[in-house]
């Protein structure tokens, strides 16, 4: 029998076993971090979690509500130099002033980088008529995103490394066995930090590369100094098995079954113990330039345990210091489960769920924040943490003030159906918590609740956030679209203000002034029964008046594309550029576009894409307009030619703008395929196009 057949009858069988089982944890009201003493005590701390996971997930199959195995994912010359720069032009879109995110695409005004499939790409871009491709390297692993910081662009790539005996198991454990058809994926996840010099455009080098376990979960740069988010699953015992051996007996008998489950449990947990604490954690390394490899090894005092339950994993916040490179990298590592980044330039949160085992009547979901101090380029301090209903969707759910840490959530409720085991209904709301770092109890500090908002709406999740100052917007959604207005000026007294309901929703809000919010979005128009007509949507652009949070408005709006139009803006803020160099003028976004049209008689199917930026002006008083659009459709079919990979993806992904000192705008179109130039009021003659060489995966 293939593994998955076996796995599939593990979950449907629901036998009551004689062993007494334990519940799933409660919520811990007073979450903490605590730093291992030695190393002792935290080998001793990754067994008893592994043990409780182990026999939770074959507990469950023995009730019939676990999933098989472990539920965690997978773990040259010199160059020419340029004309005097820009005026302004526009970098990557932050959430945080002061707080730089990584991307593929970086850029300083005369300087575009961009990373395509396993290259970085260096491109000369100012003045834009003499934008060409300057030099490329070739980076180890697959490259994801990067910083550039003056003359270095550090790069961040995965490399996936399979176990001895052929991979890893659907449960994350390593198989000891060759591999089924289709029984194993991926391995073992590092991630390598290249530290790449581009003073000399047409020959970027390395000069200096990290190992680090793991793959990255985010990062944030302020100034010289890099915080990386890694998140990882333990190396578990090789010899651990998530499911007794084929027997055809034992599914005609449920005892013998379950007796079978719990002699494998016993059998599992001899093997934990066993295991010593250097085979569940991997180690780092840095590559000298000679090739020389120098083993970057854990502290058993860098680990935090924390006292609520969290699956069973590292993650891991390293600390990189360009000026400082000789030092080498720091860290802080917390048994766990990894979660949402969110950063000042302070101090650095991340978001972490509560593992509840199985579901039961009257859970509800849950969220623990960790809360580091930053302010040392050098470090991360482990400053206190706490909890918050529900689950937190991204970044801009989280927002700090004068110390208070906002937090949005959507909330979720399981209720059992009483007509169907196993069967859960979710009760789905959404509502918002202030915390703040506060004395706790035998010393430290925690992050307390100070006040909330129990429901923003009911029935209803959370698509988009954001925090201005003493002000804040959500937007929820099931049939339609309620932009909630926030009123944060008393942080223990939160209020909802009003809601202001559209059909549709946004995904991504820019504030643009004090009194006004760009979002973008799906329009959806609903049907005669009151439901959305998804064969009717758009991208949709939208304008918000809330200078008054009592009366929202929507003074714009701008429906983008047929029912097949996509931008990748919508789910990735990266790639919505909002720019407006002078306040006197209206304001300009750009967003890349892609959409399929009808191509004509006896055209290839591909002919019809759409792949373009599309540039917008936006103007308080008369709305949003287009101004036309920078295409790279030309691109896509000469060389993807409908044939494009996962890593080589010819439609357009980002933009950037500049203007020159007298006032001119031009527009850049980037891909994976290369990089197009126009001026703002000739979009459709291209002043430059450089195409990188296609590179095909090895």
Not at 375 to 386: K, Q, V
Not at 521 to 528: H, V, W
């Amino acid at each position: 029998m293939r593994v998955q057949n076996l796995a599939l009858m593990l979950t449907l069988l629901a036998a009551c076993g004689k062993r007494q089982t334990a519940p799933p944890a409660t919520i811990q009201s007073r979450v903490a971090l605590a730093r291992a003493a030695n190393c002792d005590s935290l080998q001793q701390q990754v067994q008893e979690t592994a043990v409780r996971q182990m026999r939770s997930e074959l507990d469950g199959a023995k009730r019939g509500t676990g999933w098989y195995g472990i539920g965690f994912g997978g773990a040259g010359g010199a160059t020419p130099q340029p004309a005097a720069g820009p005026a302004s032009y526009t970098t990557t879109n932050t959430q945080v002033a002061g707080v730089d995110e990584s991307d593929f695409v970086k850029n300083d005004g005369t300087r575009i980088l961009v990373l395509s499939g396993r290259t970085l790409f260096t491109a000369a871009s100012w003045p834009p008529q003499s934008l060409s491709i300057a030099g490329q390297l070739e980076i180890e692993g697959w490259p994801t995103t990067m910083f550039l910081e003056g003359n270095q662009a550090v790069v961040f790539s995965s490399i996936w490394t399979v176990p001895a005996g052929g991979g890893m198991g659907p449960g994350g454990a390593t198989t000891v066995a060759p591999c089924p058809s289709g029984g194993c994926y991926g391995g073992w996840a590092t991630t390598k930090i290249s530290v790449v010099d581009v003073s000399h455009l047409s020959a970027p080098a390395v000069v200096a590369q990290l190992y680090l376990p793991g793959y990255s979960a985010g990062a944030r740069r302020v100034g010289s100094s890099m915080r990386l988010a890694l998140t990882d699953v333990v190396r578990w015992p090789e010899a651990i098995r998530w499911f007794p051996d084929y027997d055809p007996a034992l599914y005609q008998d449920h005892e013998k079954l379950v007796a079978a489950l719990d002699a494998l449990e016993d059998r599992n947990e001899a093997l934990i113990r066993a295991t010593k604490l250097e085979s569940w954690f991997p180690q780092g390394e840095r590559k000298l330039l000679d090739g020389t490899r120098i083993d970057v090894g854990y502290s058993c005092t860098d680990f935090y345990v924390s006292n609520a339950p969290e699956r069973l994993g590292l993650v891991t916040i390293a600390t990189l210091d360009l000026a400082h490179l000789e030092a080498g990298v720091s860290r802080a590592s917390i048994v766990g489960d990894a979660g949402v980044l969110y950063a000042t330039p302070s101090r650095l949160y991340l978001a972490s769920p509560h593992w509840w085992w199985w579901p039961m009547t009257g859970q509800r979901d849950w969220t623990y924040v960790h809360a580091f101090d930053i302010s040392d380029p050098a470090t991360a301090a482990y400053l206190g943490s706490g909890g918050v209903e529900g689950h937190v969707g991204d970044q801009f759910a989280m927002d700090e003030k004068d110390g208070y840490l906002r937090v949005a959530t959507s909330t979720i409720g399981y209720s059992e159906d009483p007509n169907a085991p196993g069967s859960f209904h979710l009760d789905v709301s959404s509502r918002l918590s202030v915390l703040a770092l506060q004395p706790a109890d035998g010393g430290g500090n925690t992050l307390a609740l100070v006040g909330e908002i129990p429901q923003l709406m009911a029935g209803e999740r959370l698509m988009a956030t954001r925090f201005t100052g003493d002000t804040g917007y959500a937007v929820t959604f099931r049939y339609v679209d309620p932009l909630v207005t926030l009123d944060l000026k008393d942080p223990a007294h939160p209020k909802k203000v009003a809601e202001l309901t559209l059909p549709g929703f946004s995904t991504y809000l820019q504030p643009i002034d004090a009194n006004h919010l760009l979002a973008i979005g799906q329009d959806l128009p609903l049907d005669p029964g009151g439901r959305p007509d998804w064969s009717r949507r758009s991208v949709q652009l939208s304008l918000f008046d809330v200078g008054d949070l009592a009366h929202p408005t929507r003074t714009a709006q701008a429906l983008v594309g047929t029912h097949s139009a996509y931008s990748e803006a919508l789910w990735d803020h990266h790639a919505f550029n909002w720019y407006r160099p002078d306040a006197s003028k209206p304001g300009l976004l750009a967003i890349p576009f892609g959409d399929w049209v009808q191509p004509g008689p006896g055209s290839p199917w591909w002919s019809g894409f759409v792949s373009d930026v599309r540039v917008f002006s936006v103007d308080l008083a008369t709305g949003i307009a287009p101004i036309g659009a920078l295409g790279m459709g030309d691109v896509y079919i000469q060389q993807g030619s409908g044939d494009w990979t996962w890593w080589y993806r010819p439609w357009v992904r980002r933009s950037v703008m500049a203007t020159d000192q007298a006032g001119q705008t031009f527009v850049y179109a980037v891909s994976d395929a290369g990089i197009r130039t126009a001026e703002l009021t000739h979009l459709g003659t291209p002043l430059a196009t450089a195409l990188f060489p296609k590179v095909v995966s090895r």
